[in-house]
């Protein structure tokens, strides 16, 4: 089949016919049941719910984890293969509020017991529940030893004070994985609880109006004296930076992944425009200047992609890859960021325009840096290890 993904990366070192067959059915999906409408739920700042049912039954939200729990037991580039298939909507807020299930359930999986996972995983899989991550807090969150929302017990409960901000699906989320001080200062006094949007004391803020990720509801989340029962803490108590840190791995390289398609997108639609779009006489694919920077656009894409490859197959054969998946993510963003905005330079004016997916992209990239560790924190990781 084609792929409508001309690359000279090693694709076939990394996705089988297997692998293809899971991407075909993510790109009918979102041919059928995405493309049609995103433009909408852009506008509208919000995809309908339906979407997290319709993605688990073709298997999409299951993927990779525990068949226990509902998940289909795959490898890291089927996951990645869906990702890709799903930046195809053109939407990173679609993918971002489809794909919170992917940040909330690791640390539920690592951390909880059966009962737990039974509770809190097996719904999400299934799409009847929505699942979100609550680690960023108003007064931070590069700093998440720093966190300052607290959980202290009071009998078989625990009593939680503070807030959450930045948290995608905040407004839909039936629960949220959520990082919250039990213990002294610094990361040994944090823990993590899966507290239910039900909660008495729990209430969250309209959606919060983004540069991009339109289609993605963000919201601010306040508990007040919000009460959690004990059996929802995860792990032991204080024991949950780790499972944070954990977590940050995989979210890292799926950003990376969703750059390097943001790019290929951009990418793929300059080419379109340039060898149609005409000035002074000649499309503007006749213009050296316009091919050179396209050739540069497309070095850079081949570079970062495969480079996040590598890193996926190196963290999919349980190597650590700390360093590397931080350079992943950096390096993609530095291609996105460079892609997109040369993108819309060759798009000239239309690129400014709503309705044209390269002013989408050049928007909605800009979280790509900042989301699940700035390019910041990102060096500074790398650099413990030069
Ligand atoms: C659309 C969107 C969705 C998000 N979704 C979620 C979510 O679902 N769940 C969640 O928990 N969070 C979420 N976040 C939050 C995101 O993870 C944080 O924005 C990010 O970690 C940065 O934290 P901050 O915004 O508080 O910036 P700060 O930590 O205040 O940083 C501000 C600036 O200072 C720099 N800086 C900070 N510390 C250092 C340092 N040590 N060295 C050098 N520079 C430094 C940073 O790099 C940055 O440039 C989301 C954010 C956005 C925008």
């Not at 993918?95 to 299930?101: D, E, H, I, Y």
């Not at 008495?200 to 993605?216: E, F, I, M, N, Q």
């Amino acid at each position: 089949m084609s792929f409508e993904f001309q690359t000279t990366c090693e694709y076939q070192k990394y996705f089988t016919p297997s692998h293809d067959m899971v991407r075909k059915s993510a790109r009918e999906f979102v041919k059928k049941e995405v493309l049609p409408y995103i433009d909408e739920w852009e506008e509208a700042g919000e995809f309908p719910v339906e979407m997290y049912k319709k993605a688990a039954d073709l298997g999409f939200l299951g993927l990779g984890y525990p068949e226990e729990y509902g998940g289909i037991p795959a490898d890291i580039f089927y996951r990645i293969a869906v990702s890709e298939e799903l930046m195809r909507t053109g939407s990173g807020g679609f993918c971002a509020g489809l794909g919170s299930l992917n940040i909330a359930i690791p640390p539920i999986l690592s951390m909880g017991t059966d009962e737990q996972k039974k509770r809190f995983v097996a719904p999400v899989l299934a799409g009847e529940k929505i699942a979100a991550l609550g680690i960023t807090e108003p007064g931070g969150g590069s700093d998440v030893a720093n966190i300052r929302t607290t959980a202290v017990r009071d009998g078989d409960h625990y009593v939680v004070n503070g807030s959450k901000t930045f948290i995608t699906s905040g407004c839909r989320a039936d629960q949220l994985t959520c990082a919250v001080r039990t213990g002294g200062e610094g990361a040994h006094g944090v823990s993590l609880l899966v507290i239910e949007a039900d909660s008495p004391g729990y209430s969250v803020s309209d959606r919060l109006k983004k540069t991009g990720w339109w289609a993605s509801d963000t919201a601010e989340i306040y508990f007040d004296n919000c009460r959690v029962p004990v059996e929802n803490l995860l792990g032991r108590e204080n024991e949950g930076f780790y499972g944070i840190m954990a977590n940050f791995q995989y979210e890292r390289l799926m950003l990376a992944v969703m750059a390097n398609m943001t790019a290929r997108l951009a990418l793929e639609e300059s080419l379109r425009y340039a060898r149609e779009r005409k000035a002074f006489g000649k499309t503007l694919m006749g213009f050296q200047v316009t091919r050179h920077k396209l050739a540069e656009m497309a070095t850079l894409v081949e570079a970062g992609t495969e480079f996040t490859y590598r890193v996926a197959a190196k963290i999919g054969a349980g190597e650590d890859q700390i360093k590397e998946v931080s350079m992943a993510k950096n390096f993609a963003c530095m291609v996105s960021d460079k892609v997109t905005y040369d993108a819309v330079q060759i798009f000239g004016g239309y690129g400014f325009m709503r309705g044209y997916l390269v002013e989408r992209l050049f928007r909605d990239n800009r979280v790509l840096s900042i989301g699940g560790g700035t390019t910041e924190i990102m060096n500074e990781i790398i650099s413990k290890f030069l």
